[in-house]
């Protein structure tokens, strides 16, 4: 079959649009085709079977995706939808939390260690709840009084791929709350976008618990919280796994492969963010050298300041991960060796780390 090699455009998406009579030993022939050409350019690294996005960034929470979101969008090698957070596979029926109030209830009652703690417990819960629906519910408004967007309404694959129709360049899907994806939604997530990348940060895990908590104080003063209270939130079964980086990693890594995973360390958007933000760049097959270093060190979005904790914050939290960061700190190193050295009351002998590793 004649035909004359080509070059595509930078950023290209393929699609392979076959005659309806085209027989099976034709395709068998242009597909080998096709891919002799693919081979040709060494400068493409992937094939886009299909539209969507060519990497996620998937958390952790409270860990600078923010950051790493306002920066690739500036960037000309990167081209989003009009949102960060599309939280299509972590939106989907099968996956929506349970609304019943007896299972709220039970849920209060079992994560107490006695009935009249449970009690207490639900009280201040109910509270709340009513306090919000006098007042409102400040997790729906932004810092400066408005409103935050609703989440879109994605009924189906299709429509989720839509979204990056447009994109002419690097695109992708930056939600958090797909590090505590189940392994069965993983899997579809592989299954639909099977070369995309994965972008995860980390960040000290008694330094972003407590800043989660911060959030949730909002204008209430820690003394105003009890020690239950605050037991609860940390004992929450979802903000475990939000902080529960290894089995994220191992669990993408499985669906992904180990070389389409990146993870990046929250302390160096502080740090070196001009580094870290090539480091990513480069991964995502963007141009690293036209990034704003300068621009980076004066504006980090969203990067909360350091607050010391307090002490009896910062024992809990240390009892409760001080395994997972040893563990970290022996698979990843870097910044992690710095949050075993921080736990373990030791001044960091180093004085420069790299802000991302492979798994």
Request: hydrophobic share 35%; charged share 30%; proline share 5%.
């Amino acid at each position: 079959m004649p035909g004359a090699a080509f070059t595509p455009a930078a950023g290209t998406k393929w699609r392979l649009i076959l005659p309806i009579e085209t027989t099976y030993s034709n395709l068998e022939y242009t597909g080998a085709r096709v891919c002799e050409s693919i081979r040709a350019f060494s400068d493409i690294d992937r094939v886009m079977a299909t539209n969507g996005p060519d990497f996620l960034c998937i958390g952790a929470q409270a860990s600078g995706t923010n950051w790493l979101y306002r920066q690739l969008k500036k960037h000309p090698s990167f081209d989003f939808p009009n949102r960060k957070e599309i939280h299509y596979f972590d939106n989907k029926k099968h996956l929506q939390k349970p609304t019943g109030v007896f299972e709220r209830i039970s849920d209060i009652f079992a994560k107490s260690e006695s009935r009249f703690e449970g009690i207490k417990l639900l009280h201040s819960t109910v509270f709340r709840k009513l306090r919000k629906l006098i007042y409102g519910d400040p997790s729906k408004v932004k810092e400066d009084g408005t409103p935050k967007k609703e989440r879109l309404k994605l009924e189906s694959d299709s429509a989720y791929l839509s979204l990056f129709d447009s994109a002419k360049r690097i695109t992708g899907d930056v939600t958090p709350a797909y590090a505590i994806l189940p392994d069965a939604e993983v899997e579809n997530m592989a299954r639909l976008l099977p070369h995309a990348k994965i972008v995860f940060i980390i960040r000290n895990p008694i330094d972003r618990n407590w800043s989660s908590y911060r959030k949730k104080l909002k204008k209430k003063t820690f003394k105003e919280y009890t020690r239950l209270e605050m037991e609860y939130f940390f004992n929450h079964e979802g903000v475990e796994k939000r902080t529960n980086y290894i089995e994220t990693i191992d669990r993408y890594c499985n669906y992904f492969g180990k070389d389409n995973v990146l993870i990046a360390f929250y302390d160096a958007i502080i740090e070196q963010p001009d580094r870290l933000l090539f480091d990513i760049i480069e991964f995502l097959g963007g141009d690293a050298s036209i990034a704003n270093s300068e621009e980076l060190v004066k504006k980090v979005v969203n990067v909360s300041p350091k607050v010391s904790i307090p002490e009896e914050v910062e024992s809990f939290l240390q009892d409760k991960y001080g395994s997972l960061i040893e563990n970290l700190a022996d698979r990843y190193g870097s910044y992690a060796n710095r949050w075993l050295e921080d736990l373990n009351g030791i001044e960091s002998s180093a004085s420069e780390f790299e802000t991302t590793v492979k798994p």
